[in-house]
């Protein structure tokens, strides 16, 4: 797996969906684009999970539209939660006082070797044991490697 492996949180798919804010839809889909270009996206079945019932719930997506880019984004190879990774949610609980839900975050970025994180749910640049949040809607993708 690539040392600059990006940890997708389910915010980044969601805005690329919704039409209600068109500057993070737009920069949603520049990152996806990097990702796909770049072979560097990473996610885990709880985003993807996420992504659906949010989407359908809050950003008028259809189910069947949903369940189309669930399944493209399981191309992915999305981490899935066993018990190892429960624990390693309950230290980053502990550790930075985090949600259950972002300790598997954290977890899955870790477990998945990625360098970076693409969430708005985190401090920008701070970093969680070598994986370093990036707020994907305050900087552009960088510039892929050809």
């Known amino acids: ?13 969601l805005y690329s969906f919704d039409a209600r804010d068109a500057l993070k839809r737009s920069m949603a889909n520049k990152w996806i684009d990097y990702l796909w270009q770049t072979g560097s996206g990473r996610l885990s ?3 993807l999970n996420e992504f659906y019932a949010n989407s359908v719930r809050k950003t008028g997506v259809s189910a069947g539209e ?3 880019a669930v399944r493209i984004f399981g191309q992915w190879q999305p981490l899935g939660i066993n018990a190892a990774l429960v624990e390693q949610a309950w230290y980053w609980m502990d550790l ?3 949600s259950y839900w972002d300790g ?4 899955s970025a ?11 749910d985190f401090q920008h640049g701070r970093a969680y044991e ?3 949040v990036v707020n994907p809607f305050a900087e552009l993708p ?3 490697k050809r």
Do not use: H
């Open 142 to 144: 960088p510039s892929p």
């Open 45 to 47: 079945w709880q985003v």
């Open 104 to 107: 598997l975050i954290l977890a």
């Open 66 to 68: 949903a369940r189309d």
């Open 96 to 98: 930075a006082q985090v």
């Open 110 to 120: 870790q477990r998945l070797g990625c360098k970076w994180l693409l969430s708005e």
């Open 1 to 13: 797996m690539p040392a600059d492996s990006w940890f997708t949180d389910t915010n980044l798919l």
């Open 130 to 132: 070598g994986v370093t």
